[in-house]
């Protein structure tokens, strides 16, 4: 009974090595994709134009909130810059005081202005930037 019992166990144990070993060759995949099938390739494709196309959403946000007036408390003022991923976008900021508050848009072209922007905007910038 025991010569059986080994002989057994000996059967399961190569058969286990078999089935390891063409699981391993059918999971085992060249660096270059070649030996995989062609919809996986195309789902690749697919998945690099999405990335490209993702490069110009507006994927750099920052919002820097401060007192534009001294007499005032309350960070009410902020600026928002919003830009893609070569620094295109605008910086939106509204200026809040007692009575009214003003709301100003700057174009920003490769991370800078052509407008003057103030050091809040600035700032902005650079948070959407990090």
Known sequence: ??????????????????????????THRRSDGSDLPS???????E???????????????AVVRYDAFGDMGGHLSWSLALLDDRGDGVVISSIHGRSEARTYAKSISAWTSDQQLSPEEDEAVAQARA
């Open 39 to 45: 919809d996986l390739l195309g789902l690749r494709r």
């Open 47 to 61: 998945v690099a134009a999405l990335r490209a196309e993702a490069g110009d959403g507006l994927r750099h946000l």
């Open 1 to 26: 009974m025991p010569a059986v019992l080994s002989v057994l166990a000996l059967v399961l144990a190569a058969t286990a090595v078999g089935i390891a070993v063409v699981t391993l060759r059918r």
